[in-house]
């Protein structure tokens, strides 16, 4: 199995960027899927944030308050390939996001090494 | 949305020593509980899923506890390449809520 996330970067507040993540070694079309991100640093500030789920098909899709109506998240099963398209970002956006598999229990099986998108002026 | 906390935010131990981390959720997650390792500059990796079934490949030593709202998770016997930062996960309703990390360091 293996994950790969890309396009993170440097963006000004109020920006938009769109998010990849590439996977191969098991049949995506049958596995929902999940974003989540983690802001760098120390501190508290610092854990696990979910972002993001969507349905084997794209039909279904669920987000966190923190990102809703700013975030849109969508897949492309034939390119076994799941998009995060930010707009409108903040400087508290600033996080590695991580793309990862859903397991049956709910857990997240499988990760990518991230991607770190850095919004600031 | 359901609260994850753990406790203790971090600890010092020794290779060799037993070591139990605590997760409390906010309201009962059956046992759709699940416990992550971390190390720095690395994704999290699932240890435990369904409050005590070992992820393949995870070793023995991690075992898993608890159903409702509390849970625990026991490093047997520390070995050096356990020290890490520890998260819990609730999987019983959306959002998955994560705990804040217990950060298990050397003494």
């Known amino acids: 199995v293996q994950v790969v996330e890309s396009g993170g970067g440097l963006v000004q507040p109020g920006g938009s960027l769109r998010l990849s993540c590439t996977v191969s070694?098991?049949?995506?079309?049958?596995?929902?899927m999940n974003w989540v991100r983690q802001a760098p640093g120390k501190g508290l500030k610092t854990g696990l944030e979910?972002?993001?789920?969507?349905?084997?098909?794209?039909?279904?899709?669920y987000y966190a308050d923190s990102v809703r109506g700013r975030f849109t998240v969508s897949r492309d099963n034939a390119k076994n390939s799941l998009y995060l398209v930010m707009n409108n970002l903040r400087v508290d956006d600033t996080a590695m996001y991580y793309c990862?598999?859903?397991?049956?229990?709910?857990?997240?099986?499988?990760w990518g090494q991230g991607t770190l998108v850095t919004v600031s002026s | 949305d359901i609260q994850m906390t753990q406790s203790p935010s971090s600890l010092s131990a020794s290779v060799g020593d037993r070591v139990t981390i605590s997760c409390r959720a906010s309201?009962?997650?059956?046992?759709?509980l699940n416990w992550y390792q971390q190390k720095p500059g690395k994704a999290p990796k699932l240890l435990i899923y369904?409050?005590?079934r070992l992820q393949p490949g995870v070793p023995s030593r991690f075992s898993g506890r608890g159903s409702g709202t509390d849970f625990t998770l026991t490093i047997s016997t520390l070995e050096p390449e356990d020290f890490a930062t520890y998260y819990c996960?609730?999987?019983?309703?959306?959002?998955?809520?994560f705990g804040q990390g217990t950060k298990v360091e050397i003494e």
């Open positions: 996960q609730q999987s019983e309703t959306t959002p998955r809520t």
């Open positions: 979910w972002l993001s789920r969507i349905s084997t098909t794209g039909n279904n899709i």
């Open positions: 369904g409050a005590l």
């Open positions: 070694g098991f049949t995506f079309s049958n596995f929902e």
């Open positions: 309201q009962s997650v059956g046992s759709y």
């Open positions: 990862a598999r859903d397991h049956s229990s709910g857990s997240f099986d499988d």
